[in-house]
């Protein structure tokens, strides 16, 4: 009987909990074995709950039982998720979790530890929600270099999005219909300011390259700047404006960041809208992989977690296979001011000329005109915003 744990029984957790116990018949079968939920953390009592009889206030009851060996933490934030993390794993005991802020800013200290003491740290949760993308990124494409990942990873600021292009509604208006829906929380900062993409990208950058940035180190921008002006320009030109987590690995260097971007119909993540999330992977073998599915929810997340537990499960009789991670130092990392890519300046429509941009394409409307560019770095983006001057309304990275 393999006994399980769970640390955190809010929203992902209490999931998780459903899923093992509603799915319990076919997971057991598929395994081969049985498992059952032998506590569950909490701070607070749960006595309407059908679980409620599994609630534990003491981590050390969890820490200190030696019939526990697998712990799936959805506690959220840095402490003490990490510290109980480390405990475990340094106990012998696997952990799962869907906690991307200690993932990308400790996954390597953790998977080390998971290492040295023979059990598995895992996270497919961590980014995606439901969907299967870091398994797959580890074992499928295996055999692959990846040299590109881009991702819409941020229900929230998609549904913001969307709503924003389809429904000509506001920012502010797009933000509290999201809030009022739930997919929004009451202080939405590290959603709309692209502070949850940027964990998720750092996540997929390490997976891609074995270095792990530091999550506040890479250029992040949200989308709380972008106006109706802008996603009509982009609908003009058949694009779409999206958050875009980006990372890629060249001539060695690791680069990652997080901003808005015009993305072409042509590119499936244009298409991707609601709370989906989808994650484009550029291979040097395969060539290009899509994930797409429900990036966030009760369910969806808790489905990740609960596979993560079924893989512990059904491969614990044979060694682990680590993730081994580096930190990323500065010789690690290719310069942002070397990105190359093409560019949208959005600038007044005010009758003045357009000389200053070479553009390949100009799209007007009645406030605004769009001048689309061939590939420019961000030294050269700089120039000429600066050239525009009191023009410039906004200048756009395009995918």
């Known amino acids: 009987m393999i006994q399980i744990a769970i640390l955190g029984f809010g929203v992902v957790g209490s999931g998780t909990a459903e899923v093992l ?3 319990k018949a076919i997971i057991e079968e598929r395994l081969g074995c049985e498992y059952n939920i032998k506590y569950i953390l909490d701070l607070r009592d749960f006595p309407d709950s059908p679980f409620g009889s599994l609630v534990t206030h003491k981590f050390d009851d969890i820490l200190n039982d030696p019939e526990v060996s ?7 934030g840095s402490h003490p998720a990490y510290d109980f993390t480390k405990a475990c794993l340094e106990a012998g005991k696997n952990v799962v979790t869907s906690n991307k802020e200690v993932v990308s800013t400790f996954g390597v200290e953790l998977c080390e530890i998971a290492r040295e003491h023979g059990v598995r740290y895992l996270f497919e949760a961590s980014v995606g929600g439901g969907i299967p993308v870091i398994r797959p990124i580890i074992n499928d494409l295996a055999s692959n270099q990846i040299g590109k990942v881009s991702g819409i990873l941020n229900g929230t600021t998609n549904y913001i999005l969307t709503s924003m292009r389809d429904q000509g509604a506001s920012f502010e208006d797009a933000l509290k219909e999201a809030q009022k829906l739930g997919y929004a929380e009451a202080n939405p900062s590290a959603d709309v300011d692209g502070i949850d ?4 990208i750092v996540i997929l950058a390490a997976l891609a390259s074995g270095k792990l940035l530091d999550p506040k180190s890479i250029p992040t921008e949200g989308i709380t700047k972008i106006t109706l002006t802008d ?3 982009a609908q003009e030109f058949g694009y779409s404006v999206k958050l875009i987590g980006h990372a890629e690995v060249k001539d060695g260097k690791l680069l990652a960041f997080v901003s808005p971007r015009m993305v072409p119909a042509a590119n499936p993540l244009s298409r991707i809208d609601g709370v989906f999330n989808g994650i484009l992977v550029s291979a040097n073998m395969v060539g290009d992989v899509m994930f797409y599915g429900p990036g966030a929810g009760k369910l969806p997340t808790a489905s990740a977690v ?3 537990i079924i893989d512990i499960i059904a491969n614990r009789n044979t060694e682990p296979k680590a993730i081994v991670w580096e930190e990323a130092t500065d010789a690690d990392k290719m310069a942002m001011d070397a990105y190359e890519c093409r560019r949208m300046f959005i600038v007044k429509n005010d009758g003045g000329t357009l000389d200053a941009i070479p553009a390949k394409q100009i799209i007007s409307t009645d406030d605004a005109c ?15 915003a600066e050239k525009l001057g009191d023009r410039l309304l906004s200048v756009y990275r395009v995918l």
């Not at 769009?370 to 000429?384: I, Q, S, V």
């Open 21 to 23: 116990t509603e799915n």
């Open 70 to 76: 697998v712990v799936a933490e959805m506690m959220g």
């Open 197 to 200: 993409a940027a964990r998720k």
């Open 231 to 233: 996603t009509k320009i």
């Open 306 to 308: 609960v596979a993560d």
């Open 370 to 384: 769009g001048l689309l560019t061939d590939a420019m770095n961000e030294t050269e983006a700089k120039a000429y």
